[in-house]
């Protein structure tokens, strides 16, 4: 599976923004996904998560009621809405695709480990 995100852009603090994850291939369904983001000058940060079938998610602690991941199987989509944005929310936002979505949740290494990752796109929160 490919994948690509987009949807980033430059909001202020306090609104919402939906970023998208498309997949090629047909076999989104079988994969549990996430989306991580790397915020300037830091490490790599687990966002949310979301098993194949959609039924469960997860998220971080940082964004635990501000964000909601979603997946589409019909569309080959994934979403993270983003809600009451904050200036600490500004990074490059990824997605990623692995047949284990405890791979992706306790992820340490980098995206390369995982099934497959795509581009990121930026999302910048000013105040």
């Known amino acids: 599976v490919q994948l690509q995100a987009f949807g980033g852009g430059s909001v202020q603090a306090g609104a919402s923004l939906t970023l998208s994850c ?11 996904m996430g989306w991580f983001r790397q915020a300037p000058g830091k490490g790599r940060e687990f ?14 602690d940082s964004v635990k009621g501000r964000f909601t991941i979603s997946r589409d199987n019909a569309k080959n989509t994934m979403y993270l809405q983003m809600d009451s944005l904050k200036p600490d929310d500004t990074a490059v936002y990824s997605c990623a695709a692995d047949r284990s979505l405890a791979r992706i949740t306790t992820l340490l290494g980098g995206l390369n480990e995982l099934d497959a990752w795509g581009n990121g796109t930026l999302v910048t929160v000013s105040s």
């Open 22 to 32: 498309a997949a090629s291939g047909q076999t989104f369904s079988r994969y549990a």
């Open 47 to 60: 966002v949310a998560g979301i098993t194949a079938s959609g039924g469960d998610t997860y998220y971080a």
